[in-house]
């Protein structure tokens, strides 16, 4: 996680999402996988939709899970969309849901100076919570289901304090949604690696034993004083283990440069490629324009993927120049209702808005690329396909009331249905 910062804004760059025109329903249906021998399909038509906001209304079909461009079949499933928007899921590419307080009693926050005074009031909050790790998490990931999150990747602190708590946790609630949520788990070293003895071995545990999808590491050289010993350390758990990397880097000076040109190596010599994450990485938007063009290439080259939980119009990433090099960025929440800041709801789509709001943008298609941010681009870093109401697109999307999309970004209306997998699984902000 990262302390809270100010907003105010500078434009951050612009992409489009929704691509041509979607008139024509051939061109906003899909390509559904045949059903299982012997079994019917599953099938749903969403009568009356306008994709991406488009102003003629279509039917979309789902058979198993998946948009088809065929016809519906007899025993289909009707559901009426009224004329709402249809917009793609959304991807929450960085959270923290094991630290939460969200549904409990309010808790008073004391002034931190740093990373380990946050650790210390993390510590107090999990000590203190009278809802275990897996109860204040499902509450908050059921809470960004019905808000149209398809997606997250969750980071659950591992140190000493806490055992493996906060994985085991995350993992009950990851559970519980699994119809409606996928959820990739990060093993998040908070306290430092080499710091803090004993976090090395938990993050050997989870990695070796199945129980995360990818190892973190934070601040090597600022926080934990050991760049190449935990560098090394992640990286070899990664590469012996089959796992992921994940990597928080606050560092806004030469030092956040050096640990990523260490991770760039790192990932090139274990032929990691496409399997690694830096996360802020606030160093990036405070380069020049030949520095972040190179850098970006080698971030591209390798696919090493970033995220930004869009802090403010300084340390919020380069999206659009990022994405020119082809480097995978996605947006996500960081911390919501914990020891770190009293703010934070876990809606990607006021996400998208701050994103906009810092970055300053007024244009439509500024506003729109907000949305993709948080829909393409997190579904990028997570390596799920995006959702753009094409043949074999996973149904996964919201219908919501609104004109277009730069109107529902700046408005954040309601979800009135979300849908994943085909199967509607929250209505009007509470889950089905």
Known sequence: MTPPLSRRGVLAGAASIGGAALGATAATQAQAQPAEAGRPAKAVVFRDV????????VDLTVVDGKFTDGPAPAHAKIVDGG??????SLVDAHIHPDKTTWGSDWI??????????????????????KRPVGERAYGLMAHAVTRGTRAMRAHADVAPAYGLAGVEGIAQARDRLGDALDVQIVAFPQH??????????LLRAAARDGLV???????????????????DLVFDLADRYGVGVDIHLHDRDEKGTKVLRGIIERTRSLSLRGKVTVSH???????????LAAMAEDLSDLDI???TVAPSAELVLPIAKLKEHGVRVGLGSDGV?????????????????????????????????????GAHGGADVMGLPRVEFEAGDPADFVLLRGECVPQVVVDVPQRDVVVHGGHVVARNGELV
Request: aromatic share 8%.
């Open 50 to 57: 306008r994709p991406f906001g488009a102003r003629e209304s």
């Open 83 to 88: 004329g709402r928007i249809a917009l793609p």
């Open 108 to 129: 008073s926050r004391r002034p931190a100076n740093g990373i380990a005074d946050y650790c210390e009031q993390d510590v107090e909050v999990f000590r203190t919570q």
């Open 192 to 201: 430092g690696v080499v710091r803090t003895p004993g976090t090395a071995e």
């Open 213 to 231: 999808d990818m190892v973190g590491g934070i601040d090597p050289i600022s926080f934990d004083n050991a760049m190449d010993e935990q560098l």
């Open 281 to 291: 990485v606030f160093c990036l938007p405070l380069l020049k324009d030949a520095e």
């Open 305 to 307: 993927a970033l995220t």
């Open 337 to 373: 209702r914990d020891s770190w800041s009293p703010f934070g709801n876990a809606d990607m789509l006021h996400r998208a808005h701050l994103l906009g709001w810092v970055t300053d943008v007024r244009l439509d298609d500024e506003l729109a690329a907000c949305y993709a941010a």
